[in-house]
């Protein structure tokens, strides 16, 4: 069965603590690979769309990585306001699989 | 474009009745899916549609749901009679299907539905 796990599940960094955001994932057919950000009472909001191993995505202090088997989500020097839960789904033919997410908080 | 939008954002209802949810998808988008988020189950695919038709609606808990999609531009969640186990926060989101590669979906706000 397809599935992606994220880790860790939470993460707490001080302001300028630099880290990544694992998702492993083991599907038939990648089809893409998504990472999404949501804040409390909101809908997922998309960040990323990786599609080949070896792709890279980057996006202020946010960079994302595809590997045949993961993608990480590299966060350099965080700031208060990336705090956030951090949401990988990858695609297998019509489905979007979710993992189950990071929360981050970045402590100032 | 407005994205995805939903009604209601907040429904509160009590035990046994009927719940509609609704959702416009992105114009132009050709697949349409309805999640379910909890803290203990994360975000679940209920059912998703292409070009309006039911594909896969293998997520769906039972047949107190039912999903419609009457156009490419609304769709509906019906959860009939609700059961407070349903008290979740509901996603819609669109994304387009274009050959080998789907383009990433987006999500509404979300319904957030309480049964009492």
């Known amino acids: 069965e397809d599935q992606v796990t994220q880790s860790p599940e939470a993460l707490r960094l001080q302001e300028g603590e630099s880290s990544s955001l694992n998702c492993s994932y083991t599907v038939s057919g990648l089809r893409g690979l998504f990472w999404y950000r949501q804040d409390p009472g909101k809908g997922p909001e998309f960040l990323f769309t990786l599609y080949s191993a070896g792709e890279e995505k980057e996006k202020e202090r946010l960079k994302a990585t595809l590997t045949k088997k993961e993608s990480f989500l590299h966060i350099t020097a965080p700031k208060p306001e990336d705090s956030a839960t951090y949401l990988c789904?990858?695609?297998?033919?019509?489905?979007?699989?979710f993992g189950s997410g990071t929360k981050l908080n970045v402590k100032p | 474009d407005a994205g995805v939008i939903q009604s209601p954002r907040h429904e509160v209802t009590e035990m046994g009745q009927e719940v509609t949810l609704r959702c416009k998808p992105i114009?132009?988008?050709?697949?349409l899916f309805w999640y379910r988020q909890t803290m203990m189950r994360g975000l679940e695919l209920l059912i998703y549609?292409?070009?309006?038709?039911?594909?896969?609606d293998s997520g769906m808990p039972e047949d107190r749901f039912s999903a419609k999609m009457p156009n490419a531009s609304f769709s509906t969640l019906k959860i009939q009679p609700s059961e407070p186990r349903d008290s979740a926060v509901y996603f819609c989101?669109?994304?387009?299907?274009?050959?080998?590669?789907?383009?990433?979906?987006?999500f509404g706000q979300g319904t957030r539905l309480t049964v009492v």
């Open positions: 114009s132009g988008h050709n697949s």
């Open positions: 789904a990858v695609m297998d033919f019509n489905k979007f699989y």
């Open positions: 989101a669109s994304s387009l299907l274009g050959g080998y590669r789907r383009t990433e979906a987006f």
């Open positions: 549609f292409n070009n309006n038709v039911p594909i896969d």
